[in-house]
């Protein structure tokens, strides 16, 4: 039985191994393996709390802001904080921008390559291209120049040998069985994706001031100036909200950029991004049976739509247990445990044992196989990332589990969006448990919250322009009013799926922290039941034709679009797993 490992699986964030067995030309067993050793948590202890969101986010600079929030959520929910409607706005319109660009990087840089043969698409009839392109969406630069201009671009690259992030690929892969036009047509997106992305990033800079790791977080809500007249509210006098802001950005020439920007981000995802991914999945249909996995989905929910203590959200929370879309389950954050049986921690006394995130540790100690090794064959413990478990059992996370949540739930956007879907890919709801599915649903997502942009920023210029400035509530600003010990906790969302940050503040210091991230999630090795995680259990089945060039793996494995950064959250120099044995070719790009 062959034993493939591909390492480092490249096009995701992180350092992440995969190795399977492969029987009869299947993947029979699987193992996921964080390769670098980080620990953020530990450099949290100790520190005053209203400074770890500013740790906490370099976690990711792909996953930017995103730790920024959950951080400074869970700090305010243990010191009892409100943020003004103000914050929660120019939050969501944050965290909603890196979504959708994150979905369509995602799809052009980090995905495509496993359905596009590159060396194809750079002989494809531009003619054709454009017909393709005209019929799918009324997208202007579909002209035949346009896509023959890419053409060349591609052609070029290739002759040259300087194929950059085509180096090593598959080119000639029976798997790849995509007509050259549409591939063409992905492969010129992929390029305009490179410029479109700083439409999304100049809206984060305006509003976080700086991208990646925005910096105008706040515990009590955000650091920006509302240039609009009238008195500053009452507590804005912090020095930071001087030296730190944009002034302009909520000011009427701010907002108005803003919403130019906002306009151009959709665009793309309208008349681009959504109908290539549909072309893609259209053609790649028998990808839904493939990558299905454990069929148990979990969400916590993301963009609080009012300021209550229980706000209404966007994207509901809620589980799904074992595909049964008849209704979803609650989530109880007390049945969140992680375990280190496999993984390289120690829990001192019973390393079997699950802990609940504010009891749990973060203490390294490898006992992995020497390095360099060729294989984690017989390895007692294999991973940087522990096992994150609801109620003892592995959950899936991500688009896909927030959309099959949604959607139950009645999200009338979401419910559209897939019912659009299955109606252009002529195709049952069945569809989005494979490997595919995962992509249609992070492009379905992409769409509602890039619907949803205009109308957060529409409400906060409402708010401005009425006369409500008020950007934070520092009335919890002072320790001193801090009680001796105070626990919180955020459970919320990332682009890769559910995200939660825990947080023990004792005597007005961080006495521990605890994240546990989407890919933690994802990405899981087992646990101590010797359960495999979501990525281990969806690339069981998956059929491998020619072990050395393994592209149906990346194919599972990018579904999920794994962030290892964060999944791990710790820094170390060098990946173990990047000195191992590589197959030769191993990762296309
Ligand atoms: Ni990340
Ligand atoms: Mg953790």
Redesign the pocket.
């Known amino acids: 039985m062959p034993r493939i490992a591909i390492d480092p699986v490249t096009r995701i964030?992180g350092q992440l191994r995969v190795e399977v067995e492969v029987t009869d030309g299947v993947v029979s067993d699987a193992w996921s393996s964080g390769t670098a050793f980080r620990g953020l948590e530990r450099i949290l202890q100790g520190r005053d709390p209203r400074d770890a969101w500013l740790f906490a986010e370099r976690?990711?600079g792909?996953?930017s802001g995103v730790h920024a929030l959950a951080s400074v959520r869970a700090v305010e929910r243990a010191l009892g904080v409100t943020v003004p409607r103000n914050a929660r706005l120019i939050r969501n319109i944050l965290a909603g921008t890196r979504y959708v660009q994150d979905h369509v990087v995602g799809f052009y840089h980090r995905q495509a390559l496993d359905w596009v043969d590159v060396t194809a698409a750079a002989s494809a009839d531009p003619a054709a291209t454009s017909r393709l392109a005209r019929s799918l969406s009324d997208w202007p630069d579909s002209s035949v120049a346009s896509f023959q201009a890419a053409r060349d671009r591609l052609a070029a690259a290739i002759r040259s040998g300087q194929l950059g992030p085509f180096a090593n690929g598959y080119g000639g892969h029976p798997a790849y069985t995509l007509a050259p036009e549409a591939g063409l047509m992905v492969m010129a997106h992929y390029l305009r994706a490179l410029d479109w992305q700083r439409t999304p990033t100049q809206i984060t800079t305006l509003l976080g001031g700086k991208d990646p790791h925005p910096q105008a977080f706040l515990v009590g809500g955000m650091v920006l100036v509302p240039d609009w007249g009238g008195p500053r509210p009452a507590g804005s006098e912090h020095p930071q909200q001087v030296d730190r802001a944009s002034p302009s950005a909520l000011g009427e020439r701010g907002l108005a950029e803003l919403v130019g920007l906002v306009a151009t981000v959709k665009a793309f995802v309208d008349e681009v991004y959504r109908p290539d991914v549909l072309a893609v999945a259209g053609h790649y249909r028998d990808w839904a049976a493939t990558g299905q996995g454990i069929g148990d989905y979990l969400a916590y929910g993301e963009f609080p739509e009012d300021d209550t203590a229980q706000p209404s959200l966007l994207l509901p929370g809620g589980r799904i247990v074992k595909r049964a879309t008849a209704r979803t389950e609650p989530i109880d954050q007390a049945a969140i445990g992680e375990t280190v049986a496999y993984s390289h921690y120690t829990y001192g006394g019973d390393d079997t044992a699950s802990k609940h995130p504010f009891d749990g540790r973060t203490d390294p100690r490898y006992d992995g196989p020497p390095l360099p090794y060729a294989t984690l064959q017989g390895a007692a413990r294999y991973s940087w990332v522990k096992a994150p478990r609801y109620q003892g059992g592995p959950m899936e996370v991500g688009p896909l589990a927030r959309m099959l949540v949604a959607s139950v739930e009645g999200q009338v956007d979401v419910r559209a969006g897939l019912g659009r879907a299955f109606t252009t890919l002529e195709a049952s709801p069945d569809l989005l448990y494979g490997t595919i599915g995962r992509t249609v649903a992070r492009a379905i997502e992409a769409q509602v919250i890039a619907d949803r942009l205009g109308r957060w920023l529409n409400d906060l210029r409402a708010g401005l322009a009425g006369g409500d400035l008020a950007v934070a509530d520092l009335g919890r600003w002072d320790p001193a009013a801090w009680p001796s010990e105070a626990r919180g906790y955020a459970l919320g969302e990332s682009p890769?799926g559910a995200l939660g940050h825990w947080v023990t503040i004792r005597d007005r210091r961080i006495a521990s922290y605890q994240v546990v991230d989407a890919t933690t999630w994802n990405a899981s090795p087992r646990d101590a039941s010797g359960r495999r995680g979501a990525l281990e259990e969806a690339l069981v089945g998956t059929p491998v034709a020619r072990p050395d060039q393994p592209v149906e793996i990346l194919r599972t494995v990018h579904s999920f679009d794994p962030?290892l950064?964060?999944a791990v959250h710790a820094v170390g120099r060098e990946s173990g797993g990047a000195i191992a044995i590589r197959v030769r070719k191993g990762g296309a790009g």
Request: charged share 10%; glycine share 12%.
């Open positions: 964030g976690i990711c792909v996953c890769r962030c950064a964060c």
